[in-house]
């Protein structure tokens, strides 16, 4: 009779009972969507991947916008998953993803040529991919997609650095910029920073640098005095937080989670994420 009854278990855990006829199927995941763009200001097609939120499935419903630097670089799961869950948990709101693929990232993270100790350069195309992500990339995505106008950048390391430069040369580009280990220790930049920081005229706009404890001196030195920087000039409308990761090194895994979170500090579930501060009303969406 036991041997039976084994028998049997054995039988179901290998043939499960049919799912109940009329059952809904299972909603999955959204896929990945993938884009091109001719691009006119770099003579050149770029890449870009689009992960949607699973609320996207609701009709009519819109959502801001992560534009991603080192798509090919930043754009995982991980990431990705970090961001749906703080959603989830109601911490921040939920976003549109955009990986923005590399095809020669040392040209475009630096405005100037940077020469590096080995003799290597780096730079020189930084403004013109930033024309193509303000002029060409913004767009193309929020006339395909529901998007509800309010936009974060966000980079890492020298493109930590690039969403920085973004801030400070064209503000338009996004409401928020979330920089991760952002080396700023570039020369063009460092003759410049007081007098942009000091002149800064771009309306409502936040910084969220983000770094790890063990992180690189100079990234840890450099993002302390901009942060310091920022905070004693007090330009109108634009703040800046800054979140050391605890026991992180180089360009934490969770910085864009943790970015988000820093940029959505007094926020509460239910609140609109317009330009510029947590409760103003959302802008007008395509």
Not at 82 to 95: H, K, N, P, S
Not at 135 to 150: F, N, S
């Amino acid at each position: 009779m036991i041997g039976a009854r084994l028998q049997l278990l054995a039988l179901l855990a290998i043939c499960p009972f049919p799912a109940a006829v009329g059952a809904d199927p299972p909603t999955l995941p959204l896929p990945i969507e993938h884009g091109t763009i001719e691009s006119a200001r770099l003579g050149e097609t770029r890449e870009y991947w689009v992960s949607l939120p699973d609320a996207y499935r609701e009709a009519g419903r819109r959502f801001p916008v992560v534009f991603m630097m080192d798509g090919e670089l930043n754009f995982n799961s991980g990431c990705i998953g970090g961001v749906r869950l703080a959603a989830q948990m109601g911490e921040i709101l939920d976003f549109i993803i955009v990986g923005i693929r590399n095809t020669d990232r040392e040209k475009d993270v630096f405005p100037d040529v940077v020469t590096y100790p080995d003799g290597t350069k780096a730079g020189g195309r930084a403004d013109a991919y930033l024309d193509f992500v303000h002029d060409e990339l913004i767009p193309k995505v929020e006339k395909t997609y529901r998007t509800d106008g309010h936009r974060v950048l966000y980079g890492t390391s020298h493109s930590g650095f690039t969403a920085v430069y973004a801030l400070l040369r064209s503000p338009a580009i996004a409401d928020a910029y979330v920089a991760a280990s952002a080396t700023l220790l570039v020369p063009s930049f460092q003759e410049k920073r007081g007098s942009l920081v000091r002149g800064f005229k771009g309306g409502k706009r936040k910084l969220s640098l983000v770094m790890g404890e063990r992180d690189l001196p100079t990234v840890i030195s450099q993002n302390g005095a901009l942060k310091e920087l920022i905070d004693t000039a007090a330009p109108a409308g634009l703040s800046c937080r800054l979140a050391v990761l605890r026991g992180a090194e180089h360009v934490p895994a969770n910085s864009l989670v943790e970015g988000l979170r820093a940029l959505f500090d007094g926020w509460k579930e239910g609140d609109a994420l317009g330009t510029g501060t947590p409760d103003a009303p959302p802008s007008a969406g395509k």
